[in-house]
């Protein structure tokens, strides 16, 4: 009887192991681990491929798919590669490269595992795969078929949705991620396969073309811009001002150590941006150019548009994004021009919310202010402005007199102002209407009446 109560303790206590084993599955960074010559370290890195124990299963969003890094074909051909970058979408680390190459194949099996297991995938898919990792002596961990055609290597690639792209994340400096650290808790290793964002860097010498690597630099440092071979550079001129550019953080070091050879994989042109420092500088770029802002604060939120403004108040612009915001947060925005009733707007391809503050204070305006009579330029900051409501054109739309007896405007978002001659203090956007300056007023709580 003893021995049988003992049979079933050590049952219950195995099953209790094996679920908790289960519970702390390891996780693409655990998989990503290095030593101190960048030569990955998790037991399963080149573990043995005849074990089937030794496959992993990764899940993700995709951040480079199948057809914007390399041409998969088919059909098969030298040259012809599949490749995806994959971000662990559950944390904010880890993120792994697959490959497979087509020369190890050949027609007609590389033509057949396209369909299978080598399958299309687009940037924002959620995708899960399943296969063996390696380490090629490049500087990272990646999943691939060990350069070979044995169909027991094959890994397959699983669709399991379409979340969309993440956010980037902003890399301050290059300094910040262009140095070797086995802990990853800085530097290249802990933005490995990650997609990421650099703000006001300068291109060094080389051709603006598909397939070309350059380099990038700040005051810090610089580090590798390698410009996709299925991207469209090639007959876009070379930017020669400062830029902003979002891409998949890469390395490829192949002699030991394996601690340089870290690069940002740039997609498409639409990824390389002006990097400017004030919002007012975006009225002097083209409708059509890519312009790029970081550490901006939302001033107030209106359907389907926001405004944001510099921390020292001298300027705004107008942001063409439905996405969630509120006052106060610091944003950074890398988009396209546009030219909407001759206010220059920026429509963003990537919005990154940085942090929440604080909502800004406007500033005390009279009408010599409004009309840039005292040369102090207002448009697009937020205000605060006494007037008097003058006539209700309907649709949130007002005429409103400023102190100096002057005819403004006004619009309004879901609510009514007050009765005509009600002397009222506003609190809102300064933008132009035909020549007039009109005040957005976001919400019934930024008007005061005044007895």
């Known amino acids: 009887m003893v021995r049988r109560e003992r049979q079933i303790i050590i049952l219950i206590l195995a099953v209790f192991l094996f679920a908790a084993g289960c519970s702390t599955a390891d996780t693409i960074w655990d998989y990503e681990a290095v030593n101190s010559i960048g030569r990955g370290i998790h037991p399963k890195v080149n573990a043995d491929a005849s074990d089937p124990a030794n496959r992993v299963t990764v899940e993700g969003v995709v951040i480079g798919g199948s057809h914007e890094i390399l041409n998969p074909g088919p059909p098969a051909g030298m ?3 599949y490749t995806l970058f994959i971000q662990d979408d559950t944390s904010d680390r880890g993120g792994i490269q697959v490959w497979a190459g087509s020369w190890f194949y050949g027609d007609p099996m590389w033509t057949d595992l396209r369909q299978t297991d080598y399958i299309d995938v687009q940037p ?51 300094s910040e991620c262009n140095y070797f650290d086995e802990t990853r808790s800085g530097g290249g290793e802990f933005y490995q396969t990650r997609w990421v964002m650099l703000h006001g860097v300068l291109l060094g010498p ?17 580090v590798g811009l390698l410009l996709s071979a299925r991207g469209n550079f090639t007959g876009n001129p070379k930017p020669d001002f400062p830029i902003s550019v979002v891409g998949i953080f890469d390395q490829e070091d192949t002699t030991s150590p394996h601690t340089e050879g870290y690069r940002i994989w740039v997609k498409k042109q639409e990824d390389v941006a002006r990097a400017i420092n004030h919002c007012r500088e975006v009225r002097l770029c083209s409708a059509g150019e890519m312009s790029a802002l970081v550490g901006k604060v939302v001033s107030r939120v209106y359907p389907g548009f926001f405004y944001v ?5 001298t300027g705004g612009v107008r942001i063409d994004s439905s996405k969630i915001v509120s006052p106060g947060d610091r944003i950074c925005v890398h988009g396209q021009v546009s030219n909407i009733n001759n206010e220059k707007t920026l429509n963003p391809r990537y919005l990154i919310i ?23 330029d207002v448009y697009g900051l937020l205000v605060r402005c006494v007037c008097v409501v003058k006539e209700y054109q309907g649709n949130g739309s007002y005429l409103l007199t400023d102190d100096a007896g002057r005819t403004i405007k006004a619009q309004t978002y879901g609510f009514d102002l007050p009765e005509n001659g009600t002397r009222v203090a506003v609190n809102a956007v300064v933008a132009q209407s035909e020549g007039v300056p009109m005040l957005l007023i976001a919400s019934a709580s930024d008007v005061e009446v005044i007895n």
């Open 206 to 222: 080389g051709n603006w073309v598909n397939n070309s690597l350059l380099t990038i630099s700040d005051t810090t440092g610089a």
């Open 309 to 313: 403004q510099d921390e020292t108040r």
């Open 354 to 376: 940085q942090n929440s503050g604080g909502a800004p204070k406007p500033i005390g305006v009279t009408s010599r202010e409004l009309w840039c009579s005292s040369g102090l």
């Open 124 to 174: 924002g898919d959620r995708v899960r795969v399943t296969g063996f990792l390696s380490d090629a002596g490049r500087g990272k961990v990646v999943i691939n078929h060990r350069h070979s055609n044995n169909p027991d290597l094959v890994f397959h690639v699983e669709i399991l949705g379409h979340p969309g792209m993440p956010d980037p994340v902003l890399i301050n400096s290059v």
């Open 79 to 81: 040259g012809i590669q």
